[in-house]
């Protein structure tokens, strides 16, 4: 099912935490599929093949998720680090939290609560954005109109690809989808019902949460 807007990670986020000595190395990650989920698991695991554990989580969509306790007691790891990626609604996320023991054992509550901070320590790292799904509009108009056009669209909030000049003027303008109705009748206000307006392309584009 795609979403017509969801929360997921920044491109990439590592910190560090301790532990009861133990060293836990966090990273989060955004993918857009299992495979590119997986494929980050692997480059973790290879780069501290030495480490303790390699324990990880990722959920790409609501029914593609799979979490890892990598030799820590079962449901100890993996679990409560998808748990983070559930509790913080997000998507196309992948976590892993690399273990390097330090001695002292944690035991059963210690390691959820290690994985967890740790999970939680990787996405603060990594930042949460939103990506809503926006629909291209293309505008076509005569020069004269340029001025007015400029300053509307600047002041609107809507995202403005780089006009196109040519005999007129070609500008792509983005919108969340289903408000495009809005800013077709604005342009037509503005441009006294001369400009050509087309739907363009449909694509998540990435917005500050509010």
Not at 13 to 22: A, C, D, F, L, N
Not at 91 to 105: E, H, S
Not at 111 to 140: C, N, P
Not at 180 to 193: D, K, P, Y
Request: aromatic share 10%; proline share 3%.
């Amino acid at each position: 099912m795609e979403h017509e807007s969801y929360l997921t990670v920044g491109d990439y986020g590592e910190t560090e935490i301790v532990i009861q000595k133990s060293r836990f190395i966090c990273r989060a990650k955004q993918v857009m599929s299992e495979e590119e989920a997986v494929q980050f698991v692997q480059e973790i695991s290879k780069q501290h093949w030495d480490a303790t554990h390699n324990c990880y989580a990722y959920l790409v969509t609501d029914t593609v998720q799979k979490s890892s306790d990598d030799g820590e007691p079962a449901g100890t790891a993996g679990r409560p680090i998808l748990e983070v990626i559930h509790a913080k609604n997000l998507l196309y996320t992948a976590i892993v939290v690399t273990r390097y023991f330090g001695g002292i054992k944690l035991g059963a509550g210690g390691l959820v609560r290690a994985y967890s901070q740790g999970a939680a320590a990787a996405v603060e790292a990594a930042g949460i954005i939103q990506r809503i799904m926006h629909q291209e509009v293309l505008l076509t108009f005569d020069y004269n109109f340029m001025g007015k056009m400029e300053y509307e669209l600047h002041r609107s909030g809507y995202l403005l690809d780089s006009p196109q000049f040519a005999e007129v003027v070609r500008w792509p303008v983005w919108t969340p989808l289903g408000e495009e109705g809005m800013l077709m009748e604005q342009v037509m206000n503005w441009t006294n019902g001369q400009a050509k307006i087309e739907s363009g392309r449909k694509e998540y584009k990435e917005v500050p949460l509010k």
